[in-house]
């Protein structure tokens, strides 16, 4: 069973920068597709960005393409999402998810694994 803690949430102003943390505990990171999911009130979940386990490669959302980046550090087994030039829409409940297979581009149904979620509030 992998467990996974995000972390890093908060309120913030327009064009600032948060970073949010995902510990995983139960699996090792770099063997698991991961992503980041966000969903903003009263909608649907979203891609925002995935890691391609094994290997170096992300895929980010149109909308959050050249502001928010996500990495891994294999020593702390810990996913991460930088945030930078934050806007109000980018408040939502942020969400980690793993996968121990190969994920499909942005499919929310192809994470077994997902973490509680943390809140991120930008204010304009």
């Known amino acids: 069973q992998v467990d996974l803690v995000e972390s890093g949430g908060g309120l913030v102003q327009t064009g600032g920068s948060l970073r949010l943390s995902c510990a995983v505990s139960?699996?090792?990171?770099?063997?698991?597709?991961m992503a980041w999911f966000r969903r903003h009130p009263g909608k649907e979940r979203e891609f925002v960005a995935d890691i391609i386990r094994f290997s170096p490669f992300t895929n980010v959302a149109d909308s959050v393409k050249g502001r928010f980046t996500i990495s891994r550090d294999n020593a702390k087994n810990t996913l991460y999402l930088q945030m930078n030039s934050l806007k109000p829409e980018d408040t939502a409940v942020y969400y980690c998810a793993a996968s121990p297979n190969p994920a499909r581009y942005g499919l929310e149904t192809d994470y077994p694994y997902w973490g509680q979620g943390t809140q991120v509030t930008v204010s304009s």
């Open positions: 139960g699996g090792t990171v770099r063997t698991y597709a």
